[in-house]
């Protein structure tokens, strides 16, 4: 009996896949310029299977790693905006020159932990809606901001050179920045000389002393083998979340009934879900490795790292005075952090007496 029950349940599963392919109405085309054991690629993974299965096959998903589509974060939003592709994801440093207040998330301690940083980037948050609202403002309503996930953990200062325990020893330190404008400001204010480096150029600029410094997270260091090119010094100082933008296009989104835009919205927050995760999963391994090579790995106590974030005060100016909607997103992000922050506490309170 058992054997013709899961017989039926094969049959009925055949029957429903075979509806699925014949039932696909829209194919969304998803690109990330990472290869397939990054973040990115484990949340388009589960963005895909969800919508798929939640959609009964009426929407596919194409998932293209790498630059198949398109090589860098202008060119990629900017086909997102022509409809060429449909769904992509960057760093706010990759989009800094089309949406430059996307800046607000390489601002210097701010948020000060995952519970904070999930809190402020859930969609529904007053940072988030703001966010969403001025990206759809500055594309002339081409461009959707779905969702903020997490590429790489935080950006912590690495090194090779020597243990940083406050901001005087970045002080002289060549730094690799982006080439956007907030990452050098930082760099300057604390001290150290800001070095545009491209990302490919990086091991072989660590290892010729063009560079003496980064800010990265553990995974990229370690994916990266940066300590094979000398450097040996991480201090979790944890100065910037690093956030993943998704982008989709609007006229795409909107071409689907109601009931398959919910579908979206919910697969861009298992996107979310699984990239929140994923880095803390992988940062175990990389962190062992990382000291198990020689690593030299310093967690500043409670009153370096805020004489790290009093150095940094100066770059919060700067950004509202100089970057394009600096102050509305400013005030919105400190806002968010304030609201979960308040919340958070209430749990503690809550559980702990």
């Known amino acids: 009996m ?4 899961a017989i039926k349940t094969l049959a009925i599963a055949a029957m429903l896949t075979a509806g699925v392919a014949q039932a696909q109405d829209f194919t969304i085309r ?62 706010s440093g990759g989009t800094a020159g089309i949406f430059p207040f996307v800046q607000v998330l390489d601002l210097p301690y701010l948020m000060a932990d ?3 940083a999930e809190a402020v980037l859930a969609n ?48 002289g330190l060549k730094i690799r920045t982006v080439v956007a404008d907030l990452p050098q400001v930082l760099v300057k204010a604390l001290g150290a000389s800001p070095t545009p480096i491209p990302w490919p150029e990086l091991f072989t ?11 990265n997270g553990i995974t990229d260091i370690m994916g990266m083998k940066f300590p094979d090119a000398g450097l040996q010094y991480l201090t979790l100082d944890g100065h910037a979340y690093m956030g993943a933008l998704w982008f989709m296009n609007n006229e795409k989104f909107m071409s689907m009934p109601p009931e398959l835009r919910k579908v979206v ?35 500043p106590t409670p009153e370096e790292k805020a004489a790290f974030a009093a150095a940094a005060e100066p770059v919060y100016d700067w950004f509202k005075e ?13 806002a968010a952090v304030a609201e979960a922050e308040a919340e958070i506490n209430e749990i503690y309170e809550a559980e702990l007496n």
């Open 265 to 299: 919205v919910d697969g861009f927050y298992q996107l979310q879900q699984a990239t929140f995760a994923s880095p803390k999963r992988k940062s175990i391994q990389a962190y062992e490795d990382f000291v198990a090579g020689g690593g030299d790995l310093y967690v």
């Open 30 to 91: 998803a690109t990330a310029n990472a290869n397939e054991n990054d973040e990115d690629a484990d949340g388009l993974n589960v963005f895909k299977q969800y919508v798929e299965a939640a959609s009964n096959g009426a929407i596919g998903v194409e998932v293209f790693m790498g630059t198949q589509l398109c090589s860098n974060g202008t060119e990629c939003v900017s086909g997102v905006a022509d409809g060429s592709i449909d769904v992509y994801i960057s760093t």
């Open 114 to 116: 995952d519970r904070v």
């Open 205 to 215: 600029s660590f290892q010729t002393g063009v560079v003496e410094g980064s800010k």
């Open 124 to 171: 529904g948050s007053t940072f988030m809606k703001t966010m969403q609202k001025m990206v759809m403002d500055a594309s002339g309503g081409a461009v959707r901001l779905m969702t903020i996930g997490n590429t790489g953990g935080w950006r912590n200062f690495a090194n090779t050179e020597r243990r940083v325990q406050k901001p005087e020893d970045l002080a």
């Open 322 to 334: 100089n970057v394009d909607g600096g102050e509305e997103i400013f005030e919105a992000i400190t």
């Open 2 to 5: 058992r054997f013709q029950t």
